[in-house]
């Protein structure tokens, strides 16, 4: 079988605009989506009159910067305010097509229209092309994950298989059976199913047909990339977003950073003031996508990145993201899902026995590993702990147990220990 050329193309004009074409483009998308916004949300509105920002006052993109930030976490409350997601949403529930719950808790609305999270021209930039046969290995179960990535692959001309995660033996089966050519998941996963198909004493290169991997949710070393795409010699590109916008950015070919997508507008700011900082400094990500329906205006991921201007051998115009450096808060995204200290703390709290608690994350071999650390004595609910805490956090923990008193006297709620490169 002949392989498809993935190394070239592009999806839409928009992604060459030159510098004028595309200030005019962020420019008339900006002033609509803060008009429509304004007049439509009511939590916008709040907003807007509590800066005394009128959006007939935004004339330049610098003007954005009068509109105060939404951080993520603000949402959990603003969400809980009322009818329509606290005044968020511009339209009734029942107008959607879709209601997700993030961990947050958050609720993540999905309307009708084509491509609503936008990942299509990320995953033409990643290498997908018409005829893929894709294994999506993403959760489909409440969080928006796996259902996202089925819109762009249909619209690429691809097949889908909603595998969602586990099962690592029969995800292996389908993927030689069907001649799977394109994954979509987590890297860490990916490594999983090598790791786990060469134990079976397969040949990954002869007895597997991958060809592609669009992989998110999780940092990855350049080595632990390497490894993957020699073992199954397919091409692994990345994309970068979130469950309340969708897309944001994504790599091509030539793994210059992120390409911003051309569906939002993104800022790189300081993450107390709000205030934009210059190109390649480094300041927390700022989205603004082009979304009526849901207008989460200049919206503070809590990651951590800069911006580069610098041309890409690939011809896309679009700004890009350095790579994803960190986080803002405490809050850490462990194997793809955010995990807030607060949420833990609620779980924690149905156990009276539990003194003191803490989550150390580290990342042997590229793969996430957590350890809930426990302070107690005699403790002997350690099943519905372990329940409790993956129906709240969606995650499943290694639990130790400790006797009190062995945990250092000052911690933190999540101790990251892990390291890329
Ligand atoms: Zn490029």
Same mark, same amino acid.
């Given at each position: 079988?002949?392989?498809?050329?993935r190394?070239?193309?592009?999806?839409?004009?928009?992604?060459?605009?030159?510098?004028?074409?595309?200030r005019?483009?962020?420019?008339?998308?900006?002033? /609509?989506?803060?008009?429509?916004?304004?007049?439509?949300?009511? /939590?916008?509105?709040?907003?807007?009159?509590?800066?005394?920002?009128?959006?007939?006052?935004?004339?330049?993109?610098?003007?954005?910067?009068?509109?105060?930030?939404?951080?993520?976490?603000?949402?959990i409350?603003?969400?809980?305010?009322?009818p329509?997601?606290?005044?968020?949403?511009?339209?009734?529930?029942g107008?959607?097509?879709?209601?997700?719950?993030s961990p947050?808790?958050?609720?993540?609305?999905?309307?009708?229209?084509?491509?609503?999270?936008?990942?299509?021209?990320?995953?033409?930039?990643?290498?997908?092309?018409?005829?893929?046969?894709?294994?999506?290995t993403?959760?489909?179960h409440l969080?928006?994950?796996?259902?996202?990535f089925?819109?762009?692959?249909k619209?690429?001309?691809?097949?889908?298989?909603?595998?969602?995660?586990?099962?690592?033996?029969?995800?292996?089966?389908?993927?030689?059976?069907?001649?799977?050519?394109?994954?979509?998941?987590?890297?860490?996963?990916l490594?999983?199913?090598?790791?786990?198909?060469?134990?079976?004493?397969?040949?990954?290169?002869?007895?597997?047909?991958?060809?592609?991997?669009?992989?998110?949710?999780?940092?990855?070393?350049?080595?632990?990339?390497?490894?993957?795409?020699?073992?199954?010699?397919?091409?692994?590109?990345?994309?970068?977003?979130?469950?309340?916008?969708g897309c944001?950015?994504?790599?091509?070919?030539?793994?210059?950073?992120?390409?911003?997508?051309?569906?939002?507008?993104?800022?790189?700011?300081?993450?107390?003031?709000?205030?934009?900082?210059k /190109?390649?400094?480094?300041?927390?990500?700022?989205?603004?996508?082009?979304?009526?329906?849901?207008?989460?205006?200049?919206?503070?991921?809590?990651?951590?990145?800069?911006?580069?201007?610098?041309?890409?051998?690939?011809?896309?115009?679009?700004?890009?993201?350095?790579?994803?450096?960190?986080?803002?808060?405490?809050?850490?995204?462990?194997?793809?899902?955010?995990?807030?200290?607060h949420?833990?703390?609620?779980?924690?709290?149905?156990?009276?026995?539990?003194?003191?608690?803490?989550i150390?994350?580290?990342?042997?071999?590229?793969?996430d590993?957590?350890?809930?650390?426990?302070?107690?004595?005699?403790?002997?609910?350690?099943?519905?702990?372990l329940?409790?805490?993956?129906?709240?956090?969606?995650?499943?923990?290694?639990?130790?147990?400790?006797?009190?008193?062995?945990?250092?006297?000052q911690?933190?709620?999540?101790?990251?220990?892990?390291q890329?490169?």
């Amino acid at each position: 079988m002949t392989r498809k050329d993935r190394t070239e193309g592009i999806y839409s004009r928009k992604e060459v605009l030159d510098e004028s074409e595309r200030r005019q483009y962020y420019l008339i998308q900006l002033k /609509d989506l803060l008009t429509y916004a304004y007049r439509y949300s009511e /939590d916008v509105k709040k907003r807007f009159d509590r800066a005394q920002f009128q959006p007939e006052k935004f004339k330049s993109l610098s003007d954005l910067k009068h509109i105060p930030i939404l951080k993520k976490k603000e949402l959990i409350f603003l969400q809980s305010m009322g009818p329509r997601l606290g005044g968020l949403l511009t339209k009734d529930l029942g107008e959607l097509r879709r209601i997700f719950l993030s961990p947050g808790p958050i609720f993540d609305p999905e309307d009708r229209s084509d491509d609503y999270w936008g990942w299509t021209e990320g995953f033409y930039a990643a290498g997908y092309r018409t005829g893929d046969v894709a294994q999506i290995t993403l959760n489909y179960h409440l969080i928006p994950a796996g259902l996202m990535f089925e819109e762009p692959l249909k619209n690429l001309g691809c097949a889908v298989i909603p595998a969602g995660p586990g099962n690592t033996a029969s995800q292996l089966d389908i993927m030689q059976k069907l001649r799977v050519t394109g994954y979509v998941g987590s890297p860490s996963y990916l490594m999983h199913l090598a790791q786990k198909a060469e134990e079976m004493g397969l040949n990954l290169r002869k007895d597997l047909f991958m060809e592609v991997a669009f992989v998110t949710g999780e940092k990855f070393s350049e080595k632990m990339r390497n490894q993957i795409e020699k073992k199954f010699d397919l091409i692994m590109r990345q994309g970068y977003g979130t469950a309340d916008v969708g897309c944001i950015g994504y790599e091509c070919y030539h793994k210059t950073g992120l390409h911003i997508a051309n569906r939002c507008f993104v800022e790189i700011c300081h993450p107390d003031t709000g205030i934009p900082l210059k /190109d390649g400094e480094v300041g927390e990500i700022v989205v603004t996508a082009f979304n009526k329906t849901y207008p989460l205006i200049r919206l503070a991921t809590g990651d951590l990145s800069y911006i580069d201007h610098s041309p890409c051998p690939c011809g896309r115009s679009t700004p890009r993201l350095g790579n994803i450096v960190g986080r803002v808060d405490t809050t850490a995204r462990i194997m793809g899902m955010f995990v807030y200290p607060h949420q833990v703390e609620q779980v924690m709290s149905r156990f009276e026995e539990i003194k003191r608690w803490q989550i150390e994350v580290t990342n042997p071999e590229g793969i996430d590993e957590m350890t809930l650390y426990v302070e107690a004595t005699n403790f002997r609910r350690e099943d519905e702990l372990l329940h409790t805490f993956r129906e709240r956090i969606k995650l499943r923990p290694t639990l130790d147990v400790l006797a009190p008193g062995t945990l250092p006297p000052q911690i933190r709620p999540i101790e990251d220990k892990r390291q890329w490169d």
